[in-house]
């Protein structure tokens, strides 16, 4: 005979509740979500600070897309009026002026994360088998966010953004037989043209398209397919970190906790340099005027590398056949070409001189790859130099009715200003080998210790 048991009794589930619940429910028996999330909420994330770095480029990458709404609804993008329509964002609309500059240091933050994530990547081996497409699609992101950084820069209709707009139309003209043809293409006519909707065309449309999917592929989806990367660190037994092993905390909620921080900690660190730090002030700058010379305020940092080349480089012209070949401006590109298409390379090239074909999960300190550290920094001297060339500025010659140019951070008189350009030019040269010598000889010294 059964024994009677007493029934238990459910407990009572409020309506917000049961309503949720019913809803988990009904997708989850359409959708089989439980399934696949809830190995992915124990997948397990490093714990170092230096894997954050890509998260803090990607909130901020966040940020500057929300600023950007905000600005698109009052810009302007037409070439009569956007100087004037930046002019009044900044001091006429109720917090247009912290949005802007809210923007602006998203951009700023987004593109120093992305450099220091870079290097974090390429000191430690992270880009190397499996993780080569991560790699090559960091490199391209890198490019699109410089080049749309200098679209937004210069579509605002300022002296100092049409200042290198113009030097962008000079490096079209100076390509031989097709470089009127380009520049009138690209600029819809004579200079200035139709340059302002199609800059903000593409800063606004197609360019952050092309990063809405590079970014989720490089940071989310191929990053959560594989095993992340292992810093080497003695085990209690006295043996090195095996290449199967994984550590760190579980996604829920760990490291979800750690990427609300970041995100907080992004937040707060660019609205505290918005509120704080004026950047970019058009209405000093004043609207671009033909034949006006450029303001001598110095470029963003990340256009320094270009800007400061072109000072550094003499300007030299070949004529050929009738044409005049300008070599000076061709350099500079060339070489920042040059770069990248060596940084896209680079993990096949290593692979190829090394002959390094195996499966790392585990990622090298510094010392242990001495020629790679010391190319880096070598890398880092030569485009340090050339960043320096921005410095400095000559005093700029006053032009009869026009308003007069910002100072720059430091300005010298013209004789002062050339021996500091032939000072570059050498050290442009001479500072990367002993900084490459110097630092494999550090690295191999410590290897050996």
């Known amino acids: 005979m059964a024994t009677p048991t007493k029934p238990r009794r459910r407990p009572a589930v409020a309506g917000a509740a049961r309503a949720a619940r019913g809803s988990a429910l009904y997708l989850d028996d359409r959708l089989p979500f439980a399934r696949w999330l809830r190995p992915q909420l124990r997948k397990l994330f490093p714990s170092h600070w230096s894997f954050l770095l890509g998260e803090l480029a990607l909130y901020a990458f966040v940020f500057l897309l929300l ?63 499996p993780r080569e497409l991560t790699w090559v699609l960091g490199v391209v992101l890198f490019a699109l966010v410089l080049f749309n950084s200098f679209l937004g820069v210069s579509m605002l209709g300022d002296r100092l953004g049409f200042g290198g707009l113009r030097e962008a139309q000079g490096l079209l003209l100076s390509v031989p037989l097709v470089g009127t043809y380009l520049s009138a293409f690209a600029f819809g006519g004579d200079f200035p043209g139709d340059a302002i909707p199609r800059l903000f065309a593409l800063h606004v449309l197609l360019i952050p398209g092309i990063l809405l999917a590079v970014v989720p592929l490089h940071a989310l989806i191929l990053t959560w397919r594989q095993k992340h990367t292992e810093r080497k660190a003695p085990l209690k037994n006295g043996g090195a970190t095996a290449e199967d092993k994984v550590s760190g905390g579980p996604f829920f909620p760990y490291f979800a906790v750690k990427n609300g921080a970041t995100a907080l900690f992004t937040l707060g660190a660019v609205t505290l340099l918005a509120t704080l730090v004026r950047v970019n002030p058009v209405w000093e700058h004043g609207p671009y005027t033909p034949g006006a010379p450029p303001p001598s305020a110095q470029p963003f940092w990340y256009f320094g590398v270009l800007d400061g080349a072109l000072r550094l480089t003499p300007a030299w012209e070949i004529p050929v056949g009738g044409y005049v070949l ?15 298409l060596v940084l ?75 021996v500091v350009v032939a000072v570059l030019r050498v050290a442009v040269f001479v500072l990367p080998v002993p900084a490459f010598l110097l630092t494999r000889a550090v690295c191999r010294r410590r290897a050996a210790a």
């Not at 070599?327 to 990248?340: D, Q, S």
Request: charged residues 10%; contains cysteine.
């Open 344 to 418: 896209l390379c680079y993990p096949f090239l290593e692979r190829r001189l090394t002959g390094d074909t195996g499966v790392h999960q585990l990622l090298d300190r510094p010392s242990e790859a001495p020629v790679r550290t010391a190319l880096g920094v070598a890398v880092i001297t030569f485009f340090t130099v050339v960043w320096a060339g921005t410095w400095v500025s000559p005093a700029p010659p006053a032009v009869p009715g026009t308003p007069p140019a910002p100072a720059a951070l430091l300005t010298v008189p013209v004789e002062a200003y050339q």
């Open 67 to 129: 600023t950007g709404v905000f600005l698109t609804l009052f810009f302007k993008p037409n070439p009569d009026v956007a100087f004037a329509s930046a002019r009044e964002l900044s001091l006429d609309i109720r917090g247009g002026l912290l949005v802007r500059q809210l923007h602006h240091w998203s951009a700023t933050v987004f593109v120093l994360a992305i450099v220091a994530h870079l290097c974090r990547v390429f000191f430690t081996g992270a880009f190397r088998r």
């Open 326 to 340: 300008q070599v000076g401006l061709w350099i500079p590109m060339a070489v920042l070409a040059a770069f990248f």
